[in-house]
Nanobody, 123 residues
């Protein structure tokens, strides 16, 4: 099993910044892709940002130019840097990581979700 531990959420004023982290709990062989999603109260979970194994990134139109997704392979951690935050960014943010780890008898694919971290943008 691969668990993800998220951190970095909180309360911030409009225009402020936060950096979310998503740490993979165990040594892994490879990461195939990482996504950040968010879910506001009463709404569906939407994709915010994605990064592929090759480092290509993609963003929702609503966050382009303000959010940046990155990964630190040495630390098994992925990040979402959020700048110029707006009240409409308020949501619970989730990371999703897909990859492979060595399970003793062979390589095992995984598709794991973080527990979610709350971001509130308010004055």
């Amino acid at each position: 099993q691969v668990q993800l531990v998220e951190s970095g959420g909180g309360l911030v004023q409009p225009g402020g910044s936060l950096r979310l982290s998503c740490e993979v709990s165990r040594s892994i062989f490879s990461i195939n892709g990482v996504d950040w999603y968010r879910q506001a109260p009463g709404k569906e979970r939407d994709l915010v940002a994605a990064i592929t194994s090759g480092g290509s990134t993609n963003y929702a139109d609503s966050v382009k130019g303000r959010f940046s997704i990155s990964r630190d392979n040495a630390k098994n951690t992925v990040y979402l840097q959020m700048n110029n935050l707006k009240p409409e960014d308020t949501a619970v943010y989730y990371c999703n990581v897909r990859g492979t780890y060595y399970g003793g008898r062979g390589y095992v694919p995984f598709d794991s979700w973080g527990q979610g971290t709350q971001v509130i943008v308010s004055s």
